[in-house]
T-cell receptor
Framework: RKEVEQDPGPFNVPEGATVAFNCTYSNSASQSFFWYRQDCRKEPKLLMSVYSSGNEDGRFTAQLNRASQYISLLIRDSKLSDSATYLCVGPYSGAGSYQLTFGKGTKLSVIP | EPEVTQTPSHQVTQMGQEVILRCVPISNHLYFYWYRQILGQKVEFLVSFYNNEISEKSEIFDDQFSVERPDGSNFTLKIRSTKLEDSAMYFC????????????FGSGTQLSVL
């Protein structure tokens, strides 16, 4: 069974802090992962795709460790607007399966 | 920026009634999905749809559920006889099938079954 596990948090960090989330997965045949952001009672919004070589977008860095089967998201210089739930999503195995599996999410609160 | 649109934003219904949730995916996308999220729980896959047929469905998507693409733009989810446990936020999503299978979600329909 494909599973994606996340620490639910909450992570309470001050503005300007660096915070990291990890997510583990069980399907070793996976090819694609994503980090989505979800605000309270809103739809998930794509934050980043995750590549094994590392993927950086401004203050956000995502990495995939296939050997240990985990995905990470690093947020530098946290802003108040980063407060949300971060969803680890995957894996897409590519074997004709279009189903993505969502983790339960890690809640981040950035405090002034 | 193109977006997935869903209507209605809120739907209240009596147990046993039929509901139809509507979605307009992004126009050049080929893959369509329904997900749901019960309050306080994770987003769960229901069904995927490609080339006018269901590609994959989860165990949640039983005989009470059906999907349809009645024309070139709409994508609907029908629940034939709603149960209390169907109360959830239902998200439609679409994907172009390229760029690593990124999903773009609509803003959801909050379904409340009384």
């Amino acid at each position: 069974r494909k599973e994606v596990e996340q620490d639910p948090g909450p992570f309470n960090v001050p503005e300007g802090a660096t915070v990291a989330f990890n997510c583990t997965y069980s399907n070793s045949a996976s090819q694609s992962f994503f980090w989505y952001r979800q605000d309270c009672r809103k739809e998930p919004k794509l934050l980043m795709s995750v590549y094994s070589s590392g993927n950086e977008d401004g203050r956000f860095t995502a990495q995939l460790n296939r050997a240990s089967q985990y995905i990470s998201l690093l947020i530098r210089d946290s802003k108040l607007s980063d407060s949300a739930t971060y969803l680890c999503v995957g894996p897409y195995s590519g074997a004709g399966s279009y189903q993505l599996t969502f983790g339960k999410g890690t809640k981040l609160s950035v405090i002034p | 920026e193109p977006e997935v649109t869903q209507t209605p934003s809120h739907q209240v219904t009596q147990m046993g009634q039929e509901v139809i949730l509507r979605c307009v995916p992004i126009s050049n996308h080929l893959y369509f999905y329904w997900y749901r999220q019960i309050l306080g729980q994770k987003v769960e896959f229901l069904v995927s749809f490609y080339n006018n047929e269901i590609s994959e469905k989860s165990e949640i998507f039983d005989d009470q559920f059906s999907v349809e693409r009645p024309d070139g733009s709409n994508f609907t989810l029908k629940i034939r006889s709603t149960k209390l446990e169907d109360s959830a936020m239902y998200f439609c999503a679409s994907s172009s099938g390229t760029g690593g299978w990124k999903l773009f979600f609509g803003s959801g329909t909050q379904l409340s079954v009384l």
